[in-house]
């Protein structure tokens, strides 16, 4: 039951995105998914999309994002990102973050953190979801990162590509994704 829930309220929101928002959405018997997908638009591009690139150079227009989600109540979550048609040999920082995508780079809020935090630099990969890669030779990269605890219900809204790995950096990119909190009543 928790699956078709969730895969339609995912749906929903997925519909909300717009053309060129994400893909699918799936739902498991345990536990529940997401997978989004799309490919990048210029931010202020006329079309809409869920993925904006703020830095051309690093995150072209028309390449590709996809990001999945995976929870088990109780059990944890895994977000896998998969990204295309990057500069090669670049390595991006990429978090999730607070809140959905803008034409201003800045409003996806700061970092998701499990324990949230006043202090701006205290970042952590154990207590944010941290997807840090560098792509390949052709462009392409992809990352994974679990965690014990599932997000809270309106805090986790998008993945921030960084112009590079770690804590901070400029942000290259944005790409707004219905994250699946974590239904406390079934932990």
Known sequence: MLAGICASAVAAALSAAGPGGA????????????????????????????????DRGLVPVGSWIQVRQHTVPGGGTT??????????GHAYGVHVHQKPCGVDPEAAGGHYQHRPSSDPHHVSPDNEVWLDFTADRRGAGAASARHDWGFRPGEASSVVIHDVPGGAGERAACFTVPFEPVDRAEE
């Open 79 to 88: 977000v896998r990102l998969k990204v295309a048609g990057m500069k090669p």
């Open 23 to 54: 893909g699918a959405v799936e739902g498991y018997v345990e536990g529940y998914s997401v997978r989004a997908e799309a490919r990048f638009v210029a931010a202020g591009a006329a079309q809409g999309s869920a993925a904006l690139t703020y």
